[in-house]
């Protein structure tokens, strides 16, 4: 079956300081991945996608950036942190079906920027 | 723009009873539509889809209903039981894009 990782799970960094956020897939080939934002009682935002490695597709311009050095590993990183960056991060993956492009989730990175 | 409006305040009903939460869209064809439960600190996680020419799907005490007409989708779970309480997402999708999530409402069941 498919698994998911995400880590850390939790961190708390200064601003101005670099992130670096890594997430893997286990049991399938080729998945869709995904980075999305949760902030605090708010709805999911997505950062960026992937189909492929090295095919990044960004949603939100931000000073985020993510990258793909993998099939199936995907890595969400800042140069310098603001606050405004502080929120629920959320690692995805899908593999398209004709029904549906059904996304699986991580268990998030919680991120406070201080 | 797109946007997808799903009630912000919680939804507080009694253990036996029928919870129904309502995702309502403008501005989207949606090809389907998916509904998510997320308890706090957690990741979405994926409970049932329905097609765009598909009224009804079923899954258990969950119903779906998809109509394209009033671009609205409501959520049915029937004998709610306080382990229910959560928040529930919708998401609509076209194609093999990335989906769009609604804010959630959160459900909570009272024993």
């Known amino acids: 079956s498919q698994t998911i990782h995400q880590w850390p799970a939790t961190l708390v960094q200064p601003v101005g300081s670099p992130l670096s956020l890594e997430c893997t897939v286990e049991?399938?080939?080729?998945?869709?991945l995904y980075w999305y934002r949760q902030a605090a009682g708010r709805g999911l935002q997505l950062l960026f996608y992937s189909v492929g490695i090295g095919q990044i597709s960004s949603e939100v311009p931000q000073n985020l950036s993510a990258s793909r050095p993998q099939d199936r590993q995907f890595i969400l990183s800042s140069k310098k942190l603001l606050l405004s960056d502080s929120g629920f991060y959320l690692c995805a993956w899908s593999v398209w079906a004709l029904s549906g492009n059904t996304i699986y989730f991580g268990e998030g990175s919680w991120l406070t920027v201080v | 723009s797109q946007k997808i409006e799903q009630n912000s305040e919680a939804l507080n009903i009694q253990e036996g009873k029928t919870a129904t939460l309502t995702c309502n869209y403008t501005n989207y064809s949606p090809a389907y539509l998916q509904w998510y439960r997320q308890d706090p600190g957690r990741g979405p996680v994926f409970l049932l889809l329905i097609r765009e020419n598909e009224k009804e799907k079923r899954k258990e005490r969950l119903k779906v209903t998809f109509d394209t007409t009033l671009k609205q989708s409501l959520f049915h779970i029937t004998a709610s039981q306080p382990a229910d309480s959560a928040t529930y997402l919708c998401a609509l999708g076209t194609g093999r894009r990335a989906l769009t999530f609604g804010s959630g409402t959160r459900l909570q069941v009272q024993p």
């Open positions: 049991g399938t080939s080729n998945p869709n």
